[in-house]
Every structure is written in structure tokens, then in C-alpha cells.
């Protein structure tokens, strides 16, 4: 499975920006979905996730309200809608995919077995 991520740039505080996550080699309707983002000296840190069947979404508890995980089959990829962004938001986003056999959505690095490349997210105050 191949993730290609995109849709990064820079943006002022309280923009808004959506990040796309094309998926090749597999089907993100099979997969449990996540991004994460990792900011310099930092740890990387669960965002959002989506299960593959339901269509259920969780989300990093500082994040919710502001962070939408979406799927969209048909283009085989998975979005993540930024608003009200904030300069602490700054950080390299990656997209990730749990194959089977899994449970629950994972919200830690080990729950995933692919990733993409990441995409620079910058928040100017």
C-alpha cells in the first residue's frame, strides 16, 4: 500500500486547510485510516482515525470541533478538514493504514503498518 499525501502549505491563524491522503495498492474502505502530525523535537501524535466499517471517526481530544477525518471511496482517499487553525497546529501531517486483521481504531504509531510521505502544515500568527 502506497500513501501519498498532500495539501500542506502555509496559512494564517485561524485558516483553514484540507489534507488529502491518496491511497494506491490497496482500498482505504478496507483500512482503518489515521493521521498523525509530528512537530520539530517532538513525538509523533494521533490526530484523527477512521474505522473501516463503520464509518465511525475519532479524534484527539483537543483536536474535536475543529478536525474532520472523511473518507471518500470512490477516489480511493481520505481528507482531513483543518479549521480555526492555530500556530501549535504547525507541524508535519502524515496519513497512515491499519490492514487486517485489527480491532479498534489505533491512536499510537505501532497501530499502523503504512505510511506517506508527510506534508508540512505552517500556521503563521
Do not use: H
Request: glycine share 12%; hydrophobic share 30%.
Amino acid at each position: 500500500v502506497q500513501l501519498q499525501a498532500s495539501g500542506g502549505g502555509l496559512v494564517q491563524a485561524g485558516g483553514s486547510l484540507r489534507l488529502s491522503c491518496a491511497a494506491s495498492g490497496g482500498t482505504v474502505s478496507s483500512y482503518n485510516m489515521g493521521w498523525f502530525r509530528q512537530a520539530p523535537g517532538q513525538e509523533r501524535d494521533f490526530v484523527a482515525g477512521i474505522r473501516w466499517s463503520p464509518n465511525v471517526s475519532y479524534y484527539a481530544e483537543s483536536l474535536k470541533g475543529r478536525f474532520t477525518i472523511s473518507r471518500d471511496n470512490p477516489r480511493n482517499t481520505v481528507y482531513l478538514q483543518m479549521n480555526s487553525l492555530k500556530p501549535e497546529d504547525t507541524a508535519v501531517y502524515y496519513c497512515a493504514a491499519d490492514t487486517p486483521p485489527y480491532s479498534r481504531v489505533g491512536d499510537t504509531t505501532t497501530a499502523y503498518d503504512y505510511w506517506g510521505q508527510g506534508t508540512q502544515v505552517t500556521v503563521s500568527s
